[in-house]
């Protein structure tokens, strides 16, 4: 047995592509989206016919339109590949704007409606602002389930707990990556590997709070820099992983183990957490990492739409 087939017997393993046809190798439950995977896929040669028959089927629609139909042709090829769930991400320009964001998603699920999809194979995939938080638990009310993508504080992870939302994706990298930058030439890589990553560290913390509270937002470890994180969370609920690490891991056949578990999270003495919007916005406020990462995560997401748009201009 690889360690991408042990790893499935412990945790939901999601591919996190815009390459469908990558897929089918490595059998994943559910796959992911964002605006910069769907923008590096439309510009390979094998996906240029759909950007162009998408634009040319809906020529003379409003800009958004174009670019909600296009992500979701890519999430309807996706889910004809995969048993599960495909996540698509409503434009990061909206993450401030909740009412905006509702609607947007609202369009998002009528869409897949309208080519035959059922409601639960779609995660409607939104920044973890506090407005992105409150807009998702109207949509979760309304049974559009959400997917909260660029969280990486613990106090996102209780907001998002508390509005009762179906699925976060804190980002291991990323936290990785401002960890390591801010120690510059101190970073000792091997002592900050494993179980030792602040990524992993930080998702482990999620983890355990939803468990030891019974809260039944699902955890889904993302945006990984190597194995070594990866294997660090195996036990997770799930983990969304780019297709160059899943060959990794299938081709591996070192022994892996859970290294999270539910029951044990369950005896932990932990507080009880929870926040108002004030609390939010003083907690966020007061984890630099995160504050940087989801700013500039919102900033990247929201240049690739304007690219994307770009794209479908010249068409």
Not at 19 to 29: I, K, M, V, Y
Not at 89 to 101: G, Q, W
Not at 297 to 313: P, S
Request: charged share 25%.
């Amino acid at each position: 047995m690889n360690q991408l087939e042990a790893l499935k017997q412990f945790t939901t393993v999601v591919a996190d592509t815009g390459d469908f046809r990558q897929l089918a190798q490595f059998q994943p439950r559910d796959a992911t989206t964002n605006p910069s995977l769907i923008l590096k896929a439309v510009q390979k040669p094998e996906y240029a016919p759909l950007l162009r028959e998408t634009v040319a089927c809906f020529r003379g629609r409003a800009m958004d339109e174009i670019i909600d139909r296009l992500l979701v042709r890519f999430g309807r090829e996706i889910l004809a590949t995969i048993p599960g769930r495909v996540s698509t991400e409503v434009d990061a320009r909206l993450s401030f704007d909740a009412n905006a964001t509702v609607t947007r998603a609202e369009r998002i699920i009528e869409l897949y409606q309208a080519e035959g999809i059922a409601t639960d194979r779609v995660l409607i995939k939104i920044a973890a602002t506090w407005e992105g938080i409150q807009a998702a638990e109207k949509l979760e009310q309304r049974g559009i389930r959400t997917n909260l993508t660029l969280l990486f504080s613990f106090a996102q992870a209780v907001a998002c707990g508390q509005a009762k939302v179906q699925l976060i994706s804190p980002f291991v990298g990323r936290i990785y990556d401002w960890y390591k930058k801010q120690a510059g030439s101190t970073w000792d890589e091997a002592a900050r590997a494993g179980a030792n990553d602040p990524g992993v560290q930080s998702v482990a913390q999620i983890y355990h709070h939803y468990k030891h509270f019974g809260i039944a937002t699902e955890v889904m470890g993302a945006s990984f820099r190597n194995v070594g994180q990866i294997t660090a969370l195996a036990g997770c609920d799930l983990l969304t992983i780019a297709p160059e690490l899943l060959a990794q891991l299938a081709a591996s056949d070192a022994p892996l183990t859970p290294a999270l578990n539910a029951q044990a999270a369950k005896a932990m003495d932990l507080p009880a957490v929870n926040y108002d919007e004030a609390g939010f916005r003083y907690a966020l406020n007061d984890d630099a990492m995160a504050t940087e990462k989801l700013a500039e995560g919102i900033r990247a997401f929201a240049a690739d739409a304007v690219k994307l748009e770009k794209l479908i201009e010249a068409e």
